[in-house]
T-cell receptor, first 113, second 114 residues
Framework: AQSVTQLGSHVSVSEGALVLLRCNYS??????LFWYVQYPNQGLQLLLK??????LVKGINGFEAEFKKSETSFHLTKPSAHMSDAAEYFC???????????FGKGTLLTVNP | DSGVTQTPKHLITATGQRVTLRCSPR?????VYWYQQSLDQGLQFLIQ???????AKGNILERFSAQQFPDLHSELNLSSLELGDSALYFC?????????????FGDGTRLSIL
């Protein structure tokens, strides 16, 4: 079985500040990890993914995440927050013969002017 | 725009009724997934189809069923609706069945049961 824990259901930052959204996973097989963003009244948009290879992955809108196997983590970061980053962010895992995405409960990011 | 189309965007109906949600995957994608998003359960996987065949089942109730048609569009049928079925239902698609292939989501159908 796989699971995802997102630490902090709500994160608030100032515009221009570092964004750090935490994700820890549990998987009995090598994981594939994803971050999705959901804006109000919209579907989920893929930000970035880790499958194999380089452990630091870059995504859209200036976001990046680092896969740390020893820490079972896949934290999402962005050096400088923008007002348009305000949304809910979901970390998800698949792996092995398991094709379904198992999601964390989400982190709501608020960006203050 | 993800390329995944879901209709309708909103559905309002009453308990005991039956509804059908429709999904057209991205061009070239053979896999379709259905997810339910609710405040208490979060995002939950329901079912997956690949090229017309069921591949995986998740937390899908017996009152719910799905199918994928030869043109690859999919329908999720919800029957004997209960208040607790009110949720946002997402369809996602991917090229194949590998877990390393990203799933692209539609904008969802918001189902409200009165």
């Amino acid at each position: 079985a796989q699971s995802v824990t997102q630490l902090g259901s709500h994160v608030s930052v100032s515009e221009g500040a570092l964004v750090l959204l935490r994700c820890n996973y549990s998987s009995s097989v090598p994981p594939y990890l994803f971050w999705y963003v959901q804006y109000p009244n919209q579907g989920l948009q893929l930000l970035l993914k880790y499958t194999t290879g380089a452990t630091l992955v870059k995504g859209i809108n200036g976001f990046e995440a680092e896969f740390k196997k020893s820490e079972t983590s896949f934290h999402l970061t962005k050096p400088s927050a923008h007002m348009s980053d305000a949304a809910e962010y979901f970390c998800a895992v698949t792996g092995g013969s398991n094709y379904k995405l198992t999601f964390g409960k989400g982190t709501l990011l608020t960006v203050n002017p | 725009d993800s390329g995944v189309t879901q209709t309708p965007k909103h559905l309002i109906t009453a308990t005991g009724q039956r509804v059908t949600l429709r999904c057209s995957p991205r061009s070239g994608d053979l896999s379709v997934y259905w997810y339910q998003q609710s405040l208490d359960q979060g995002l939950q996987f329901l079912i997956q189809y690949y090229n017309g065949e069921e591949r995986a089942k998740g937390n899908i109730l017996e009152r719910f069923s799905a199918q994928q048609f030869p043109d690859l569009h999919s329908e999720l049928n919800l029957s004997s609706l209960e208040l607790g079925d009110s949720a946002l239902y997402f369809c996602a698609s991917s090229v194949g069945v590998g877990g390393n292939q990203p799933q692209h989501f539609g904008d969802g159908t918001r189902l409200s049961i009165l």
